[in-house]
């Protein structure tokens, strides 16, 4: 059940900063936190980071297919593989933040920038590079923990040796 938690709180919480972002940002203008962080809007109709412009309406149908076979995959996965659990959780929340604006504006709203990295991205955006470094990482570390489980029931199924 937490996955799903976790699912809507990434997806809360970058509504949440875009509805900021819109009321705050646009009036206020670009917004200087510090040297390595800058707040100021940007609308992209591509995909991250601005690239392919004009292609919003295709990704987003092919985010609605993504994110189906992920909740998919994510109640089939077993509840042993929390690590690839939880990125999964952030992957699909982030994913379907960026969905709906695909869908209601034809546009994702982008307002955090910092000279770290190039181009302009929102919380969900970071929920999703989190998500999917989160996911790879419980492939990589617990699958130990699935071949082991593997292993002990197929040795509980075999008959004992006389």
């Known amino acids: 059940m937490l996955p799903f938690f976790m699912i809507l709180l990434a997806f ?3 509504r949440l900063s875009k509805w900021w972002a819109a ?8 917004t200087e936190i510090h040297p390595f962080l800058t707040l100021y809007p940007v609308y992209n109709r591509g995909i991250a980071f ?3 412009q004009g292609i919003g309406l295709i990704v987003g ?11 998919i995959y994510l109640a089939r996965l077993p509840r042993s593989m929390s690590l690839m ?6 992957l699909i929340g982030g994913a379907l933040g960026n969905l ?22 929102n919380f969900a955006d970071v929920m999703i590079y989190a998500g999917i470094f989160l996911a790879v990482a419980g492939a990589i570390f617990q699958r130990a923990d699935r071949t082991v489980a ?8 075999l008959p004992p040796i006389s």
């Open 100 to 121: 709906v604006d695909r869908i209601t504006a034809g546009q994702v709203l982008d307002f955090i920038a910092t000279p770290l990295r190039p181009g302009v991205f």
């Open 85 to 90: 659990r939880m990125g999964l959780a952030l």
């Open 50 to 52: 601005g690239v392919a």
């Open 150 to 157: 593997v292993e002990t029931a197929e040795a509980e199924e």
């Open 23 to 30: 009321a705050y940002l646009v009036e206020q203008g670009p």
């Open 61 to 71: 149908w092919l985010s609605v297919g993504v994110v189906f076979a992920l909740l």
């Open 12 to 14: 809360g919480l970058d």
